[in-house]
């Protein structure tokens, strides 16, 4: 039987509401013992209680407590949510009497996990849990939604049967040579049929693409020189946007500054040092994470200073950036021009909301943002998805150059059966063993 | 008293009773009459895609399946050859005369092996042990162990319209209490059903009207062990004809005469071998079918129809064959019929092919619920050497599904179980491409020598093929194609591409348009045609081979996470019920094998694999 875990499942500091949600055979029982109200092992399935936790005769907070029984619940365990209010140390406080009382916190992941071990959910809608609980924006809460549905699941499916029609007509043949009456797949018939697998899968390839911009968002990086003007650039477009806050997991909290939502898609900004030569030991590692910050952006802003001059480290970070995705932004423009540049830029200042806007246009432009919001939304967008699908893809594009060489079809049904089981995979039709590990070390804890 | 009583002499009874004389069990096989040994009541055939690899790995590891059919045949052909090495394998016509007498010659040569006429219809069980077996006559015969191979022949019934004969085939008497017997003792019976097509007289079959079907004009032999015994020239041909309009007509018109459809049959069909009724009603529009004639022996001058198998009454039958082109005028010797027996749940036992309810019993064949003269062999085998290390306390030999198709045979018999009679594929295995033809001896004849059914001689044999496979390439990797202007024009008369650098042989060897007979014009190479095939096939698809086998190793690592016997799955929370039910029925060994089984899936395997390393891991 599985033991009993908690976590605390909503993002902390976020909203008034912390969620305390704990999962296993003695939830209900181990929370009664501390809940000051109904008798929650009484009450029927899911219902809600109000309250207080009591502990050695203090009361630590008062709180909605609700009663969920096996198994319509998420992990189709017995599952107790304890609705506090208390804020931070008050919800922690909780979660270590909890923890006193002998439920385990909970592995990262852990409540999906079990979801999808008591099979509540398959691979793809598990991994569509994952985008909900990391969900900033609307647009992805949708196309997290639109993955539970399975729309995803459905697209590969199809493409699954076509190549499956396929495999089971050249079986056939190898199976039984002497029915010369039997289509036979040939080298001569065999390229249009791959070309139609491949094109699906480049357009869910595609496809995917925007899938990742409205999940993962853009990553920006403002550059300049010291002094330029990229911080009050970075707070005035924070200040008027509601500013995202930022104390949610993820591989690059540590230098993501802040983040602002444009059409329904995040971008994230990287702080970065300014930028210039120097020989000051302290800012040279500034200037090296800067450098860093530019290769994994998806978006430089270069900011120049309308009031002086081009000189040699502005002109070296434009061919720096040259080869990226990028905009040349000329702050200060309420200042008399100073600089010369053959670039196409955007003037502005942090005063005035024009250039700003300008800004935001071009950023919509680049990224084709109006399209990807309106877009159908069903798409793949993990890693692993997208990995798998392209493997697939790698498959069936070896396979049709195979055609071409002397290979026998036998080799080329080797090809086609891999992209079969790649794609499997995607929707947990075929099993890996370190899959499951893989998967779940990178959920999160909570729904 | 007997080591081991083998019941049934066809194919699978044969390779079990010869492999246990070898591995020195006081041996003892029944059969209900001696001249049916090794009977090929259907098709005069051995091998065909995947069941000719089957025979080549029977060879492989000591049986004889393949040594009878290479003195018997009277053609052979190797299929697929075109579609690559994976997918070859040998099919022989067999000659039905002569097989069985051959493999006869063979038992009868068999050291510690009597063969007797009884028909068994009980068995001696003891607290759940067999001890023997209790023929018609009411005579018990005790031994340590019992094999059952007993073919079609369980409660057997023979139907030909709405006609039901009570018999095995040919009219032999069937088994009318061992399959009541077996239900006794808490196994559980199925009725399955198969069928075979009428045979003609040859001085009655007009061939110019058909097409010939000769064998190859090279030589090819099953066994690794003999040479070929025929010569090219003298095979025998045979005929393809098709079904055409008329036949279709007379099949729909009468189609409620039909044991099949009429509702006379309750036993369950092989879908890969329909009646010509089935192949007409599930295909409709077909406008025809393909069918051969072949000879069933040169000694006496009946043909077999394939595809032609029927379960019309006879003189629908008669008006059947007479729409055929060529066949107008034919006299059939023997009708088609159909036939439904009893067999066993394969999932009722254990890898090792022995039951699970009562111990030293072994089962092997139709009884299993296959089809097919060599997957009832190949079972035979592992029956005959298994039952051998139960009684001498030795672990069984399983062979795995990159190792062998009689692995995936066995795998798939007592994973999934059957509903109807289950023929090998190539599709079925999906190592295919490391389960050749070719190769049956490199995969299998060192575990054989492990096991005591191949002798030094051949071990030896084995292993200088394969020193001589790896002096090959390191042949080929040390040598260079050196680009003077002879091999220049050499490769332009050849139409090959001059490659830009200098390149050594193995590399040269991986074009497509490269073979091995262009690689021996630039070296010598003494060596046997199997050693240079092999090592033409390594080199070439080697990208390939080597993701099967790393697709090999990962499964590998999950079959040997062993499910430890006792567990309870009652206490493994959270699995769902069908997967609980089951792994109840199946009880596989192994974690790679839970995978395998339907009903079970992905989450249900993740949560045992925690349970067992929860509970047995600390």
Redesign the interface.
Known sequence: ??DTICAISTALGVGAISIIRVSGEDAIRKVALLFDGKNLEEVKSHTIHYGHIVYHGEVIDEVLVSVLKAPKTYT?EDIVEINSHGGISTTKKILEILVENGIRLADRGEFTKRA????RLD?TEAEAVDSLIKAHTDLERKLALTKLEGKVSKKIHHIREIIVLLL?NI?V?????????ILEITKENLPPRLNEIKDELESLLEESKVGKIIQNGINVAIIGKPNVGKSSILNALLKENKAIVTDIAGTTRDIVEGMVELKGILLKFIDTAGIRKTDDIVEKIGVDKSFKAIDEADLIVLVLNNHEVLDDNDKELLAKIRNKTHIVFVNKNDLPKKLEIDEDVIYGNTIDIDGLDSLKDKIIKLFDLEKISNSSLEVVSSAREIGLIKEALNSICSAIKNVN???????IA?DIK?AWDRLGEIT?EA???EL?DNLFSKFCVGK | MFDLIVVGGGHAGCEAAHIAGVLGLNTLLVTANSKNIADMPCNPSIGGTAKGIIVREIDALGGIMGKVADRTHFQIKMLNNGKGPAVRSLRAQADKVTYPKVMRDYLDNTLNLTIMEGMVEDLIVKDNKVEGVILSNQKKIYSASVILTTGTYLKANILIGSENTLGGPHGEERSNYLSDNLKKLGLDIQRLKTGTPPRIKKDSIDFSQMEEETGDDCYYTFSFDNPPFYKIDEQQKCYLLYTNDLTHKIIRENLDKSAMYGGYVTGIGPRYCPSIEDKIVRFKDKERHQLFLEPESVYYDEWYLQGFSTSMPRDIQEELVHSLKGLDKAVITKYAYAIEYDALNPLEMKVSLENKKIENLFTAGQINGTSGYEEAAGQGLMAGINAHHKLKGLEPLVLRRDEAYIGVLIDDLVTKGTKEPYRMLTSRAEYRLILRHDNADLRLREIGYQHGTIDEERYLKLKKKREEISEVKNILRNQYLKLNQEVKDFLISKNIEIPSFSTNLYMFLKRPEINMDIIKMFVSLDYSDEVLEEVEIDVKYEGYIAKVYKEAEKAKRLEEKLIPSDINYDDVANLANEARGKLKDVRPISIGQASRISGVNPADIAILSVYLRKKYDK
Not at chain 1, 116 to 119: K, S
Not at chain 1, 173 to 181: K, L
Request: aromatic share 12%.
């Open positions: 039987m599985n189709k999808f071990l008591n099979g691979l089971s079986e043949n190898i199976d039984y040579p002497e029915y010369e009456d060489s002397t290979l026998p079809i036998d080799m080797i891999n947990g099993y890996e063993d499951l």
